[in-house]
């Protein structure tokens, strides 16, 4: 006869009256401590170089010049191609057209260069802006006259028509010249609406330090809806709006605006993490880059081959800057508003269309309950759309009197695109980290890798430990989480210091 026992063991009833002596007790097993405090991250997909078509020179010219990672350059050369090609097409996707704009967040840490990556591929807009500015000064004192003499022929027409002059004509108002303003660094929906009253209607917002976007006014407290509906209008090329008290309304009609934000990677964490920013959409239309880094590989070598790779990616980076300049200074038609971009429709090909089409349908299924991108649905669900803008800037990058686009092209951007759906995934779908456990998580990996065998007292973490982990209030409450979490265990000691140990797998 056997009995099942509460700990699932069985024994027959003799073995009951004769038990033997009891073995010690085995240890009790330790937890598990492989798994990490928070889930790790998932490894970048590769960029997709062969297929960057017109882009691929100038890319990785800026990767060569840089030693930057080919990811920052390849999100600065896109942003600049998208400045230059905005005004001139809009292109057609699976429903309708889409403006060539695009808003882009690149996410790197201090030292990856990305001031000289983004320094490298916007300066035909800064010269644009010097060439025509000394001729805007010029026109601009044409225009202060011109508006005294407006003001004195509009005091004698009131004059007039106060005498009953019947026939005094009115005179007709000078325009203010446009002013050549091309890129936009520090941001507000008050200084956009400023700048689109009398500036350049094509505008690249754009910065290296993008933090002080994130972290600045147009972001604080009950701005960000406001900032973040007003950005995704500029982006859809819908008319914007300006309707408040102590300003005169305004409405701004075709208007283009790209943008490229380039952050570290804990402001990231917070605009990923971002409520409004996911919930009104305007994380959704932005292509997103985390490259790994490259610093500590960045060797320098002094060789004749190495002179004649750097003046070939300097003649390549020359000739993308000329293109860049022509694009800029070209239009399309000309139009009585000099402050309004029409750009003309840029179709696809039947074969381009069919494998759009094909590629949203792959996006779209994805999206289903469990599916790869059922957690992002709201960036899946624009991807096609990003594709065929993506398609129509290398379309007009290789030659702006394209009359369409080829399928060799589009698949191209779908390839790019597929890229940036996998930057996507990867990093939108984290949620909000908690500061605390990242900062714990952050500590365990400094104690496995200098106290994997070696006690540790609170001191030693105060002076040498993480940068945010070194005053004593921090440490403890970390030591206590840790403790909690059964990473940790206080080792007795002999000395009046308090030391823990590390707990690890059984």
Not at 172 to 186: G, N, Q, W, Y
Not at 329 to 340: N, T, V
Not at 370 to 375: D, E, S
């Amino acid at each position: 006869m056997f009995i099942k026992l509460d700990h699932g063991g069985a024994v027959s009833s003799s073995q009951i009256n004769h038990r033997p002596e009891p073995s010690p007790r085995p240890p009790i097993a330790r937890p598990k401590n492989s798994e990490p405090l928070l889930r790790e991250t998932v490894e970048n997909a590769p960029l997709p170089v062969e297929h960057l078509g017109a882009l691929k020179g100038p890319t990785q010219a800026v990767a060569d010049l840089t030693a930057a990672p080919i990811e920052i350059a390849f999100q600065s050369i896109l942003a600049m191609s998208a400045l230059a090609v905005q005004h001139h097409v809009n292109v057609e996707t699976i429903a309708g057209t889409t403006p060539t704009n695009l808003f882009m967040i690149t996410v790197a840490a201090s030292g990856e260069r990305k001031s000289s990556c983004d320094k490298l591929a916007t300066a035909a807009a800064h010269a644009w802006e010097e060439e025509h500015y000394p001729s805007y000064l010029t026109a601009l004192q044409a225009y202060e006259v011109d508006q005294s003499v407006y003001h004195s022929e509009m005091r004698q027409a009131v004059k007039s028509r106060l005498d009953n002059v019947a026939d005094a004509a009115l005179p007709e108002r000078p325009l203010a010249p446009v002013l050549p303003r091309k890129i936009l660094s520090d941001m507000t929906v008050e200084g956009l609406c400023r700048h689109f009253d009398d500036g350049d209607p094509s505008i690249g917002i754009f910065a290296d330090e993008g933090g002080q976007f994130f972290g600045g006014y147009g972001m604080s407290r009950d701005q960000p809806l406001k900032t973040s509906a007003w950005l995704s209008k500029l982006l859809d090329g819908a008319p914007i709006n300006r309707t408040r008290a102590g300003s005169t309304q305004a409405t701004y009609r075709n208007r283009r605006g790209s943008l490229h934000m380039m952050i570290q990677p804990g402001i990231a964490e917070n605009v990923f993490g971002s409520d409004v920013l996911r919930d009104q959409g305007l994380l959704s239309r932005m292509l997103i880059a985390s490259p790994p880094s490259r610093i500590g590989h960045r060797f320098i070598e002094l060789s004749d081959l190495q002179a004649e790779k750097r003046a070939a990616s300097e003649a390549v980076l020359k000739a993308f800057e000329e293109r860049m300049g022509h694009l800029l200074r070209s239009s399309p038609q000309d139009h009585e508003s000099s402050l309004e971009v029409h750009p003309r429709c840029l179709p696809l090909s039947p074969d381009a269309r069919a494998l759009l089409v094909n590629f949203g349908n792959h996006i779209e299924a994805a999206q289903r309950p469990g599916g790869n991108l059922a957690t992002i649905t709201g960036f899946a669900s624009k991807a096609a759309e990003q594709a065929a803008r993506i398609a129509g800037i290398l379309t007009i990058i290789g030659d702006e009197t394209y009359e369409e686009v080829s399928p060799e092209t589009m698949r191209d951007a779908l390839r790019i695109m597929g890229w940036y759906v996998a930057e996507a995934q990867r990093l939108l779908d984290t949620g909000t980290i908690d500061p605390t456990v990242k900062l714990a998580q952050d500590l365990l990996n400094w104690l496995h890798a200098r106290y994997a065998d070696a006690p540790f007292a609170k001191r030693d973490i105060v002076r040498l430990g993480p940068s945010k982990a070194r005053d004593a209030k921090t440490v403890d409450s970390l030591l206590t989480f840790l403790q909690a979490q059964g990473r940790i265990q206080q080792k007795q000691s002999d000395t009046k210091a308090t030391r823990w140990e590390l707990v690890h797998d059984a």
